[in-house]
């Protein structure tokens, strides 16, 4: 699709200078230590209409590796293989209020089902139940989710990758408690490893709003004109970024930006707004999907540039569901 200068990137422009100075009220993740590495003051964003109208700004074409976004893509996957149900088995849709990493729920509540698939416990009990055997093909059928989406190859970024593998010992905690508890469907080391791997993979702010407005018009691809993946899915999937998207602050986001969202470490956050018949007159009255990065996050992992500039997007174009 073309950029064309429209109303909406002449705003785009405009918010993104306005907000670019938010980010030194946060932070680069420095827990995986290749991500400290990336500067902190970029911020970008792209917003794809159902027409294919793409209005970008500011760092839009920088490169970041999904993290936690992936929460969501390989969600669908093991949805597409297994069915809704199967997965719902092994992974609860319920929020926590805790941290993404968090350990404390496994163990107070038996027999141990993660509450859902968007906290690293619960995302690494889907990581296992991806088609396949073994890393190499768990970790294709997410990537093929992926780039079915995106439509284009993606790769790892391999710093990223080793950065996270060496330094992953909570996350290897949560995994082999899983395994004890009967809540992994394949060798622990191999469920870990594609969980790093699928966090690892790359992207940019388009590739992210593809698939936000691919799930804000439930699986179907307004562009190609192709459905992906049927409507429940994504409406569970939906309801799962609503209420487990943004972490320990998905009420906030949801009070004042309104649409379903999901967050990565590194920076990224991935909105998808359906369709807002009241609103004709507004910007993307029809849904769209919107890929933010900024890499310097708060206290719960999300971006602050990125957050404070969908707050006000929100509030100008009228986007919330609610
Ligand atoms: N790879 C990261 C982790 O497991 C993803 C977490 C996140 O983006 N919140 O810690």
């Given at each position: 699709a073309q950029q064309t200068r429209t109303i909406e990137t002449d705003c785009l422009e405009q918010w993104i200078e306005q907000y670019r100075g938010e980010s030194s009220k946060g932070k680069c993740a420095a827990y995986i230590p290749a991500l400290k590495e990336a500067d902190p003051t970029q911020l970008g964003i792209c917003v794809i209409g159902p027409d294919g109208q793409i209005s970008r700004a500011g760092n839009y074409d920088a490169p970041f590796t999904l993290q936690s976004i992936s929460k969501v893509i390989s969600f669908l996957a093991a949805?597409?293989?297994?069915?809704?149900?199967?997965?719902?088995?092994?992974?609860?849709?319920?929020?926590?209020?805790?941290?993404?990493?968090?350990?404390?729920?496994?163990?107070?509540?038996?027999?141990?089902?993660?509450?859902?698939?968007?906290?690293?416990?619960?995302?690494?009990?889907?990581?296992?139940?991806?088609?396949?055997?073994?890393?190499?093909?768990?970790?294709?059928?997410?990537?093929?989710?992926?780039?079915?989406?995106?439509g284009r190859k993606h790769q790892i970024n391999e710093e990223v990758y080793h950065s996270e593998w060496q330094t992953a010992n909570r996350n290897r905690s949560l995994a082999y408690y899983l395994s004890a508890t009967g809540f992994l469907a394949c060798p622990v080391e191999d469920a870990l490893d594609v969980y790093i791997r699928q966090c690892s993979l790359e992207v940019t702010a388009e590739d992210i709003a593809k698939i936000g407005l691919i799930l804000a018009h439930d699986g179907y691809d307004p562009v190609r004109k192709e459905q992906l993946f049927d409507k429940e899915k994504a409406r569970v999937t939906k309801a799962l970024m609503v209420t487990c998207g943004m972490y320990n602050a998905s009420g906030n986001f949801a009070a004042f930006v309104g649409v379903p969202a999901k967050s990565g470490v590194s920076g990224g956050i991935m909105a998808a707004v359906p369709p807002r018949g009241r609103s004709g007159e507004l910007p993307f009255a029809g849904g769209c999907g919107i890929g933010v990065y900024g890499p310097a996050i708060d206290q719960y992992g999300n971006s602050v540039a990125g957050v404070a500039l969908l707050k006000h997007m929100a509030s100008a174009w009228d986007l919330t569901i609610y």
């Open positions: 949805c597409k293989h297994h069915g809704i149900a199967n997965v719902l088995e092994q992974v609860d849709v319920e929020p926590t209020g805790d941290a993404f990493d968090s350990m404390v729920r496994l163990e107070m509540h038996k027999p141990g089902r993660p509450f859902n698939p968007m906290i690293n416990a619960g995302a690494i009990t889907v990581s296992s139940l991806l088609q396949g055997n073994g890393v190499q093909e768990k970790f294709r059928s997410f990537q093929d989710m992926v780039e079915g989406m995106t």
